[in-house]
């Protein structure tokens, strides 16, 4: 895909410190990108006594936060959640995070749990715009301004077994994408306090003193100019999901057959520059892959099959784990079957809009008046899918589903004429982005593959492997809480480190 | 798993060649790693005229090569598939190899396919004992010093669709575990060719004159010693199998649910030495898993269902497609259901020598009289399986397998009594080794993430990603033959390029 902004691609490794002829400017925390996380570092870090200077590939802020749907993840009795009457606490929350990954992160869960009704507030605060209504539908996306909305996997089988659900997704209150709000506010914050901010400057190397991380090496409009940072320097510079090299060497199954979508700038320059220096990258090959086949809500009643006819998934999960499930199907080939009270066209919300593109469509295959032609017309083996039908709808009528554990809300009988709708992987619209990233501590501080901190490094947001890390249990607004929440944690380590020196 | 070897775990960052005081010793080439790769590198190198040294971490050469079966996966009309009368030709190879990851290397695909003859030759050549007979049974490992078997999925679907099938499992004349046959054949050339080889020496960090390896620090006996390559430095160090930190950042699905399987040595220094220079690792979330539940081959007859009762592969596959498949269904849980006729205990043949384990089982969970008391005895939803062995004994006496194309040679209908063998991933035996490594071309020469070469930086073996890179492909003997040839390849480089600089 052209992004339309031709990057450079080369990360150098770290350059001496004696190598700096003249530092071109000085701070304690240098902060290299400006979207949702580095604006959160540069905040805290200034608030709490430390000078801090931002460095910008772009020509202005704003990131992947600025471009997304809006939505933070939190929970554990937010002041919407209680005004929508909603019951949530700290340890319901962080149950769900470690269901969100069989490798979740623990400390991050424990610290996001604990502290994520504060952290909400605290986005209020900054001027953030949130309603307190709620959403009742099952969307990828509200078109409207509404705020709480079931954004995961919270009631659906098994996270249903493993915390009480609630809902959990904040959108500030815009239409259709709002990220950009949450943007705005914050860098309307940054910019009260000070903060300078370098644009169109792209790091390309950082600076160390012996082992220490001391520094960075920028070019701007052609000319480099190294900066000194004397307690750290922070890596918020976006994923890598727009740097297909990157993508091909780390997932490289998925590459050529999903829609990859994020920033210009998420071409991977803070995990390399992280490696650079001995940082450790974990969990690369980890995609968020969406199939995003509702809204209408009531495609849900159908059924998705795979090539030998069977069902593999309860189809009533959030969209990102259905789309791991049905990429893992043999060939990546899969089905949605629908009936006539439950049929309609996937809106793909939320991506027409990010994308900028109407072509994205699931394509309707057939339409039968027996399950037994719809098979046949689908090229599905002979009575594999009048048995997988026929198992359901016995079920479906008790509004039960042993095999697969859909909820009872989203089961009912199908009923002639059937139609299907391919949601093959290179056919229907996978869209993606990375999740792997940087090992860090809950602080920030970035970790080697011996998990020893590599000093005077930092990292936040999608640069690095945060809560969110499983397609299989993502929910909408999870990356924004976690490069939020987890960017003000390192600001705060830094001020802290910053003051520990001034005495 | 105690590897009964502490080993240092720390990588430095590259060490600035104006560092190094003084070169303990000097060669044309300094190969990392006496295994498999390390020495083939050697050989070629030395026989060409370039000087090398060979630095090694254990007392002793040979490698994860010298533990492991001792097959060499070779094709296209080797001189023991032409007296066992089996046809085969290079583009069949290549088309096997491009089938074997659907992110294949088609360069290094094309380099063996091309080769695979005579390098099966040069083997030989080099002392390397194979016999010239053929061994009929579906095994992970002949128990006797029988060369030719088939090793992978040559004969199954959907592989039996890209290429015509031919057995190319060829293993060294030897019972049981036969690695060692080829590293003692390997090692006595290295020997006679005079290479000197420092044992007990453990490379901690590259050295670089600019952006050029020039050169390694390695540790004996707690005295730190640099060592000059003029022309490269080749990282020949095994994968990262025995680093759980590593698997737990790359695969951490797995990390706690496999028995992790390699030589002390698998820590993957050679892989972070490579990435300390700007190398980059690729596939890293890629590992081996088998779940050898043959032999008997009679458990073909068998079918694995999942916890909703469905099959999901087809059965005659190799193990290590069958382990794939089995870890990716939901919750990992998976049985395999036989009939009395089919019936056996898996006898876990090579890795109970390799581990030197006897406690590895499948545990025998149930036996019933009908499939309906199956199904309940191991607690799957009511009618699911019934439905399944109906399907399966339906088709299969006519032979077929519609839904999962288990070929016909296997395809007999079950009959009571049955019984269910606990293949769950967690419970049976899964044993692993890690497929992803640096990215390197077939020249040997290693890869940045902008696919620029790391100037002077060589690597082979599972420090690379080569050939064997998917379970869902891998075949026995495939790690062997890509670490033995690529390292010859690395080595002719090496060797050109001294002689171009003597001119």
Same mark, same amino acid.
């Given at each position: 895909m052209d992004t339309g902004y031709k990057v450079s691609m080369s990360i150098t490794q770290p350059v001496p410190k004696s190598a700096v002829e003249r530092w071109h400017a000085e701070s304690d925390v240098v902060v290299v990108g400006y979207g949702g996380a580095g604006a959160c570092v540069a905040l805290e870090a200034k608030r709490g006594g430390a000078s801090v200077l931002i460095l910008e590939r772009a020509s202005g802020g704003g990131g992947t936060t600025a471009m997304c749907g809006g939505h933070v993840y939190a929970g554990g009795g937010t002041s919407v959640q209680r005004a929508c009457g909603f019951e949530d606490d700290a340890e319901q929350l962080f149950q769900y995070l470690m269901a969100c990954a069989p490798f979740q992160d623990e400390a991050k869960a424990r610290r996001y749990a604990n502290s994520s009704v504060a952290h909400f507030e605290?986005?209020?605060?900054?001027?953030?715009?949130?309603?307190?209504?709620?959403?009742? #539908?099952?969307?990828?996306?509200?078109? =409207?301004?509404?705020? $709480?909305?079931?954004?995961?996997?919270?009631?659906?089988?098994?996270?249903?077994?493993?915390?009480?659900?609630?809902?959990?997704? #904040?959108?500030?209150?815009?239409?259709? =994408?709002?990220?950009? $709000?949450?943007?705005?506010?914050l860098m309307g914050q940054v910019e009260r306090l000070g903060v300078p901010v370098v644009c169109d400057a792209r790091v390309e190397s950082l600076v160390v003193d012996d082992d220490t991380v001391c520094g960075v090496v920028a070019t701007q409009f052609g000319e480099r100019k190294a900066y000194r940072a004397r307690h750290g320097v922070v890596l918020t510079a976006g994923g890598f999901v727009m740097n297909h090299a990157m993508i091909r060497n780390h997932a490289p199954d998925l590459a050529e057959h999903v829609i990859w979508h994020g920033s210009p700038g998420d071409v991977g320059d803070g995990v390399r520059l992280g490696m650079s220096a001995g940082g450790a990258a974990i969990h690369m090959s980890e995609v968020f892959v969406t199939l995003p086949f509702y809204p209408p809500e009531s495609l849900t009643f159908g059924i998705l099959v795979n090539a030998t006819g069977q069902r593999f998934i309860n189809e009533d999960c959030y969209h990102a784990r259905i789309g791991h499930a049905a990429m893992h199907q043999p060939g990546g080939r899969v089905w949605l079957i629908v009936d006539d009270a439950s049929f309609g066209i996937p809106a793909i919300n939320s991506d027409i809009h990010h994308l900028g593109r109407t072509d994205l469509q699931f394509e309707h295959v057939a339409t039968e008046g027996s399950v037994a032609e719809l098979e046949t017309a689908i090229g599905l083996p002979a009575g594999a899918l009048v048995h997988t039908v026929g198992q359901y709808n016995r079920w479906a009528a008790e509004r039960q589903d042993p095999l697969l554990h859909k909820t009872a809300k989203w089961l009912r009988p199908l009923e002639p004429p059937f139609a299907a709708l391919d949601c093959s992987l290179g056919k229907a619209p996978y869209i993606g982005f990375t999740l792997g990233g940087l090992s860090t501590l809950p602080s920030g501080e970035v970790l080697d593959d011996a998990n020893a901190v590599v000093p005077g490094l930092y990292a936040a947001g999608r640069t690095t492997c945060g809560l969110p890390r499983w397609s299989g249990g993502y929910a909408s607004g999870l990356s924004v809480a976690d490069a939020t929440f987890f960017g003000r944690e390192a600001g705060r380590t830094l001020a802290a480190a910053a003051a520990a020196v001034r005495g």
């Open positions: 605290w986005l209020r605060e900054q001027g953030v715009p949130f309603n307190s209504n709620f959403h009742p #539908h099952r969307t990828t996306l509200q078109l =409207d301004d509404s705020c $709480l909305v079931w954004t995961g996997n919270e009631y659906v089988w098994p996270f249903s077994t493993r915390a009480k659900a609630a809902p959990r997704g #904040h959108k500030a209150a815009g239409p259709f =994408d709002a990220g950009h $709000l949450i943007m705005k506010a």
